[in-house]
Structure formats: C-alpha cells, structure tokens
C-alpha cells in the first residue's frame, strides 16, 4: 500500500538520525527534504533565524500553531531551558501522529506537549489546561488564513504579556497579507521583517518578528 509523505520523512529519520540527537533528526530532515522530497518544514535557511528568536527570547512558556511534522518542535524544543516547554498544536491527527514519533526520536518528548485540534477552539483552554498565565513566545506556522484570528484570540484571552514575542513563517509564500497590515500597522506591536526563502527553494519568504507592546 501506498505510503504518504509525512510517512515518508519520519522513515527517513528512524534510518538516517540518532535517537536522542535532535541536530541529527534536524539533519536528516533538510536531506530527504532537499535530495527526495520537498516538505513545508521551516527548513535549513529560516530555521536558524527561528533559532536565534528563540535563544534571545530564552521562554519559559512557547507556543507552536501547527506542528506538521515536528520539525520546528525540534528546532525550538532543543533549544529550550531545563524545565520549560513548548505546546504545539496541530489539526490533523495523521500529522500529529507523525509528529510525535519525530519527537521521540530526538528524546524531546519531555519537553513537548503536541494537542491535537483547532486552534481557535484550543488557545481559550490553554490557560486552563496548562496552568499558565501568558506566553513568551509564539510561532505562527498553521494555515495562513488563521494567523490573524488567531492573534486576536490570544490578545482576547490575555495569553501575550508586555515583551511578548511572536514569529510568523510564510508570509510572503504562500503570504499572510492581513496579518502583516495588523502586525505592522498596529501601535500595540513593534515588528521587523527577516528576509529569507521558502524552505528548500529559491522564492522569496521571510519571518515576521513581532514584539507586544501591551
Ligand atoms: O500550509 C502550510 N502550513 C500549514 C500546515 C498546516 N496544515 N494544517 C495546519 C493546521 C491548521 C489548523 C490548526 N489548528 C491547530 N493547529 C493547526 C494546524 N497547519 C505551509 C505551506 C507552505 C507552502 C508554500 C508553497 C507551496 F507551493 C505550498 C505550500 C509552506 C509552509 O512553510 C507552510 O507552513
Ligand atoms: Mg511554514
């Protein structure tokens, strides 16, 4: 029977990556995805932007919309304090259930917490289902469409603090034109663009690095 893509790359992880070595399973990753098969992974280019928002943002709290197959919960996971961790959310459970083997195979289980559903029925619960209060950081990376309800539902449940951090993949391409207007236009955030490519080509993406101003 037939394989699918996501099945695909988590094969290509248990063969070529060392379980409990995230770099390895970041590695092996970028190599199917730029020698076999393209994948909507942050990637090799974007992704160490992503790494250095994390490491200067350093959350105790993090947040992830749309996990796909983990490879940015890897990224972000294994940068990540002892003691803190990152809640991803993801809508389909054949990429949820990929997910968390990639997960495992970078020994990052205890650090992840991947729920499954939509976001805008889960961010209202987080504060409850968590036990947290606000989040340092957030990065936006599900369906384009919902970077902006889904902002304005954090804002509405008071889930970003003064200093709050939240980076967008993909909005150039395949773009968040209404998210960029808000973030870049509101008084409420200071935001600067990270210039860069879509993962694993050579059309033009970048980041949105937006900081709440409270
Ligand atoms: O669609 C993307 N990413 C989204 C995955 C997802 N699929 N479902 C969800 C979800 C939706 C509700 C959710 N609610 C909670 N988690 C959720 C997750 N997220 C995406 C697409 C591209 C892309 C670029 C150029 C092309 F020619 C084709 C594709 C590149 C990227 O970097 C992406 O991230
Ligand atoms: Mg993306």
Known sequence: TSSTRPQRLLRAVQRKATKGDPQSVISAIDYFCRNSEWAMNVGDEKGP??????????????????????????????????????????FHPDYACIARQVIQHAGLEDKIFLV???????????????????????????????????????????????????????????????????VRNSPRYESRYFQSHLEYTKVEDGLEKSVFLG
């Open 49 to 90: 932007i992503l790494d250095s928002v994390v490491c200067e943002v350093s959350p105790a709290t993090a947040l992830e919309l749309g996990t796909y197959c983990g490879y940015s919960s890897v990224r972000i996971a294994r940068l990540l304090p002892v003691g803190t961790k990152l809640i991803t959310l993801e």
């Open 116 to 182: 499954e559903g939509a976001s805008g029925d889960l961010i209202p619960k987080m504060a409850d289902m968590f036990g947290i209060s606000t989040f340092d950081f957030v990065f936006l990376d599900h369906w384009k469409d919902r970077y902006l309800p889904d902002l304005k539902l954090l804002e509405e449940c008071q889930l970003l603090r003064k200093g709050s951090v939240l980076l967008a993949d993909n909005v150039i391409c395949p773009g968040t034109p209404d998210y960029l207007e808000y």
